[in-house]
């Protein structure tokens, strides 16, 4: 008798580990905004080490370019083909991803987002840098710079995606508070191409021969912006603040051809927004939104032990 029950013990033990999800069969794709900036591939270390340490699957995908927002939501239905169990999204459009994250939600699959949301309360959580606030500390540096008078340009990366509306937002909210000798033009869109952003500065500078400084936005952008400045020869006349960071930006601040740039914890923000949607799978309460600091880097603390991390993620 007793060997039967040991017998009917052992059987349900069984069954009951056949009912559970084994974390390896977990899977938490990343929707990115693209993969061709260092940003994203910082992002993706970050996520992909996360995955590692929980022992999940992930992957990366994101369109060729940070305007393709039919792409983008191509590679959402593709992933939901998948059947994940969550998705982690950085959404290249606020509106237009609704609609996929809604299905997404109809499906029984978890989302967040990061770097960029979404106008919808179905993310669970957004992992980001709080670009208002970027933007602010971007403008106070730079406004410095000037001794708190003249015209400012923005180069500005993608028109209607969440980052870089807010980043350009907080720049001009504190510019206007702060420094009411600072006049702001009208914000340029560059779609993050450093071509682009090259060519609309190189105008900007044109049609306003007393321009003191420019700001840009995105890595795309302060590329591109420093690549006009170095072929118009303003560097160290013309100021710039540019956001994100790269072996090139990182050049053209050495260099003098930028004055400094908002650097974020692309690498955080991939682990945290991964180990966000785990703990959610887990049934664990998370934080609706999850900030990640920046740092303004400029030739003062370039060299700083802190700033190391933040500025070589794969090694120098």
């Known amino acids: 008798m007793k060997s039967i029950k040991l017998t009917l013990l052992a059987t349900l033990a069984m069954v009951g580990m056949g009912t559970a999800q084994a974390k390896d069969d977990i899977y938490i794709p990343v929707v990115s905004k693209g993969y061709q900036h260092e940003f994203w591939q910082t992002v993706k270390l970050g996520s992909d080490t996360a995955a590692k340490e929980l022992g999940v699957k992930t992957s990366f995908v994101g369109p060729a370019a940070e305007t393709q927002v039919s792409e983008q939501i191509q590679l959402m239905e593709d992933m939901m083909a998948r059947r994940p169990d969550a998705i982690l999204l950085a959404a290249l459009d606020s509106n237009a991803l609704v609609v996929p994250a809604e299905e997404a939600k109809a499906r029984g699959i978890e989302i967040a987002t990061f770097d960029s949301g979404i106008n919808s309360d179905i993310p669970k959580s957004f992992i980001a840098t709080n670009n208002i606030k970027a933007g602010a500390d971007a403008a106070m540096t730079l406004a410095n710079m000037i001794d708190g008078k003249g015209k400012v340009g923005i180069i500005a990366h993608v028109a209607g995606t969440q980052s870089a509306v807010e980043r350009s937002q907080g720049f001009i909210d504190a510019m206007a508070e702060k420094f009411p000798n600072i006049e702001v033009l009208e914000v340029q869109y560059s779609d993050g191409d450093p071509q682009k952003a090259m060519d609309k500065t190189i105008d900007m500078v044109r049609a306003n021969p007393d321009l003191a400084a420019v700001y840009a936005t995105n890595e795309g952008a302060t590329l591109g912006v420093g690549n006009a400045i170095d072929s118009l020869g303003l560097a160290g006349k013309l100021k710039v603040m540019g956001f994100d960071n790269t072996e090139g930006i990182i050049a053209f601040l050495k260099a003098g051809t930028i004055q400094g740039f908002v650097v974020q914890d692309a690498y955080q923000i991939g682990y945290q927004g991964l180990t966000t949607l ?37 090694g120098k």
């Open 278 to 314: 785990y703990n959610v799978l887990e049934g664990k309460k998370v934080s609706n939104v999850i900030d990640i600091p920046v740092k303004v880097v400029t030739s003062d603390n370039i060299n700083d032990p802190e700033m190391h991390t933040l500025l070589y993620p794969f």
